[in-house]
């Protein structure tokens, strides 16, 4: 990629290289058969299936037996969430779920719907200074208290909330609340090795976001970890998500996770100098304003608006000049509206209808930085004059 050509969105989605598709592709050639078949075949499949399960769950320091392949993050939360739900039900007894005040919406999403339904109370912790605290949780713990979810890093602000120190927390409050993680943009970016050790019980993760083939994902369960049954069918995944794997996706996922293991270090590091460049960059740039403290956020991730300037316009003229950007998640892409997530911050409407979201890849070059900067300065500059 050029200097002039930049892909600067890697949280929508990372991209894919080229020997990856390769890779992938040798390995369905002799692995192409359906994984529950018992023949030769079959077992080349299972074979292949389980090398990209226990690829997956060593990131996360866990048994393979802990990992439920999906169809990505959003399968993951709805599976986790409703089934910790639907588990809690009995009569006389309203369970509540405590989330974050920005959460993603395939977590905000399905807890709304439950509570519609009343199958549960929504209790949301409110975010302070871009981060949710372990004192916002705990203050909404009750006796009803069934599931903790907090997302470890956020996917527009890159902020990196103490999900450790929560989950510690609430297990010391009451050991049968359930934690949940969405894991998405931390994986690969934050050294996750800790998980299975911690009180966390459960975390959804997702193959596009680490540049793995889209439409495959995975929910890390804790070993022990009771839920109620959301997908019914065969028995695949231990019978905790019937249907036949996504075996393509899997074994992409697989080798995503194999090549991670061990070079995270090196995998951020471009990206963090690249995103310490663009932040001294923008202070050159009259109104600019950095959402978060990067000190605490993702390294690759940075979130800011500039006074005066529409969103839009920003984002049009970057286009313009080869640079691939967004105003924030991608599940909400064609949708002008303010941000959720920075009105959980605290920000106001304009502020959150004009932010822009910056995320490195690990390819990422400090002249193509300087290309996105030089776009920003110059459309500011025409605004302003």
């Known amino acids: 990629m050029s200097d002039k050509n930049v892909y600067a969105d890697a949280n929508a989605t990372f991209p894919v290289r080229s020997q990856h598709y390769e890779q992938v592709m040798s390995l369905l050639a002799t692995s ?117 979810c907090v997302m470890h890093a956020n996917n527009e602000t890159g902020s990196i909330n103490p999900v450790y120190e929560i989950a510690d927390t609430v297990a010391k409050k009451n050991p049968s609340i359930h934690m949940h993680v969405d894991a998405v943009q931390a994986l690969g970016k934050i050294d996750l090795s800790e998980y299975a050790a911690s009180s966390i019980h459960s975390a959804s993760l997702s193959a596009h976001k680490v540049g793995g083939l889209k439409g495959s994902g995975a929910l890390y369960i804790k070993t022990g970890t009771k839920l109620g049954l959301v997908i019914a069918g065969g028995g695949q995944e231990r019978f905790r998500r019937a249907g036949t794997e996504n075996l393509p996706g899997i074994i992409s996922f697989g080798i995503r996770c194999q090549e991670l293991l061990g070079q995270q270090e090196t995998f951020t590091k471009d990206m963090a100098a690249a995103k310490m460049q663009f932040i001294d960059g923008l202070k050159n740039i009259e109104g600019s304003e950095v959402h978060g403290q990067p000190a605490q956020t993702l390294p690759n991730t940075v979130n800011f608006h500039i006074d005066r300037v529409a969103g839009d316009d920003l984002l049009l003229n970057l286009d313009l000049c080869g640079v691939c950007a967004s105003s924030g998640s991608a599940c909400s892409s064609g949708v002008t509206r303010p941000s959720p997530v920075l009105l959980a911050c605290n920000q106001s409407e304009w502020v959150a209808l004009n932010s822009i979201r910056i995320s490195f890849t690990d390819t990422i070059t400090s002249s193509q930085v300087e290309h996105i900067l030089s776009v920003l300065e110059s459309v500011t500059s025409r605004v302003r004059r």
């Open 32 to 148: 192409d058969g359906n994984p529950s078949s018992i023949h030769a075949r079959g077992r080349d499949a299972k074979v292949a299936l389980e090398h990209a399960r226990t690829a997956v769950a060593s990131m996360l320091g866990a048994r393979s037996t802990d990992v439920v392949f999906t169809s990505g993050a959003t399968e993951s939360n709805n599976l986790l969430i409703q089934g910790v739900i639907w588990k809690a039900q009995k009569p006389g007894f309203l369970p509540e779920v405590i989330v974050s005040g920005f959460e993603h919406p395939s977590v905000m999403a399905v807890v709304a719907l439950m509570a519609e339904r009343q199958l549960c109370k929504v209790l949301t912790a409110p975010v302070v200074d871009y981060v949710v605290t372990t004192g916002a949780v705990m203050s909404l713990i009750s006796d009803a208290t069934v599931l903790v």
